[in-house]
């Protein structure tokens, strides 16, 4: 149920159409479609349930659907031991994920197919076939076993997103090296923290990577890190810049050490639960924590997601926007290139050197897997249709959205403007501790605006209350009841925080760490981080409710909500905006306005106290805002914040002068334009 002024689910309101409604004639293509038909069954209702009911038997079906080629067939798809919380699936079994995504499509004909375009802010995009990448993945893969490295090693990457980050994490696969992928814009501590906690042997960078039209020297970050990192050996640049740094002793030109090499590897084939990649959370406050992914568990699991929710196929050229240090960069190229597709990397600002740059991508590669987050939509939305209507977008028939719950106007914008009314919106929500998703949309179910239509297949998701109950209606816990394959088997070095921040609360309960609700007709909704909830006399409250209704005024291109500690309610939402010039003339009435739908939707308590007007808002490169951050820095503990995850680490510096001026002055004061606070707390 979904009003005009919030996406959220509203029990008091009459169930609104769905938006978009499948053809029956284009259900019957889709891939779960032809899983349903496969495995005997009606409707996919029926393989829903028994998906639920029987897991290990669904999962078995995926690994039938995508093919996967088993070196030794495993004995078991899923084992129950106390070892892994969760269990053990696959046990016995063995395969390589680069030979999944690579070999098998050139034994089968299609090396001359496009697997991977890497295309920038420049716009001069390079092409590899399944065979030339096949090639490339070897020589690395030949290049890092004659430096010394060796299955189980672990080694770094400090790469843009460009062919170097897909041929380095299939060559680390091929090799059973443990790839540990960095955000591209950490700085030298952060980088070094995370380096040193899983002890790189390797580290692959480049000499520059293009960022605003400015080039950034990523080899120099790795160089100053490099003093904290007593297990590297070596460290391998991708020379792209004819005026980059010379290279030091210890340093190892990438080109030259792959042109020597055969373009054929000889290895022995790794475990189905050898591990695959080290993923660091952001780690925008907190120490980052070191996400262990298998070989054979990620690729099922996102494999998984790509066929069943966003449907992608062979013929297929699937974009997203994201960073090699986050996990949909391992999903679209492990998951991407499993499938056969073509996947296109961009290297960047998505509105560089214009706000048309991603339409023109769209058009010239012939996208029609479109993804990114609601942050880069509200990015991209204030500049108009006129670059949308210069490009032809037909190619589009699916839009991903994740990273963030997304507001109304942002889905509206989507299916309307971008997806023509004719491409569904899949709203993607899950992590890297998952390995893909909870919670998806589906080509074969009808949706409405901002909801999920339910879990993924196999996933025995819930939302508890606080005593471990199901409840609807009201928000709650996303937990997960059963195991699945993607699950992070452990933090790296850290098996017990892993216990303890997922398995503690409830026994043999997976406690996510989103903060949901389940309405009448079962449509599920995102609230944002549990961490970001917070309590109003007694109310608890998801900023995303009242996020919703901001965004919806006209001329607030952003907004963050927050919860500030108050003696008397325990806190007071608190909200950060980035507006036009027109709202922010007359900041009094945008208080006023923005509370009277609050009160007139969520009821007087939620009413805002205060509204901060800023320049912008922490966010990281693929516009994901952190709402932790904002509270944080506004409350003066900017000191356990990781700045270098930020685009724009300036944002930070605002937030913390006005939360100085705040705590400077009596509550109910104001301060220039900055800060709005006409309404006493009542």
Known sequence: MVTKDRGLPASEATPAPPEWVPDPAQIRTTNLFQLVEREGMSDPEALWERALNDPAWFWGAVTRQLGLLWSRPYDTVFEPTDAVPGGRWFSGGELNAAFNCLDRHVQAGRGDHTAVIADSEQGTPRRLSYAHLLAETNRLANGLRELGVRSGDRVGLMLPMSEHAAIAMLACARLGAIVCPAFSGLGPDALASRFGDCGVVAVLTADTAVRRGQRIDLVATVRQASGELPSLRSIIVVRRSPAGSSLSPYEVDYRELVDRQLITFAGDETRADHPLMILYTSGTTGRPKGVVQSHAEFLVKAGEDLLHAFDVRGDDVVFWLTDPGWIMAPILIFGGLLLGATIVLYEGAPDQPDPGRLWRLVEDHGVTIFGGSP?????????????????????????????????????????????????????????????????GCFPVFAQRPCAFARPFPGMDADVFDSDGRPIRGRMGELVVKSPWPGQARTFWGDHERYVDTYWSRWSGVWVHGDAAMIDAIDDWYIVGRSDDTFNVAGHRVGPAELEAIILNHEGIKDAVVVGLEDLSKGHVPAAFVVSDIGAARDPDSLLRTINKRIVSQLGPTLRLASVWIVPDLPRTRNGKISRTAVRDAFQGKSSAIDRTVFDDPTSLATLAELGATYRSQAPGTSSGDALIETERRR
């Open 375 to 439: 942050s880069l939509t509200r990015l991209l939305r204030p500049h108009g249709t006129n670059h949308l209507r210069q490009r032809d977008l037909r190619s589009i028939r699916i839009i991903g959205s994740t990273g963030e719950p997304i507001d109304l106007e942002s889905w509206d914008w989507l299916f309307r403007e971008v997806g023509e009314g004719r491409a569904p919106i899949i709203n993607y929500s899950g992590g890297t501790e998952v390995g893909g998703g909870i919670l």
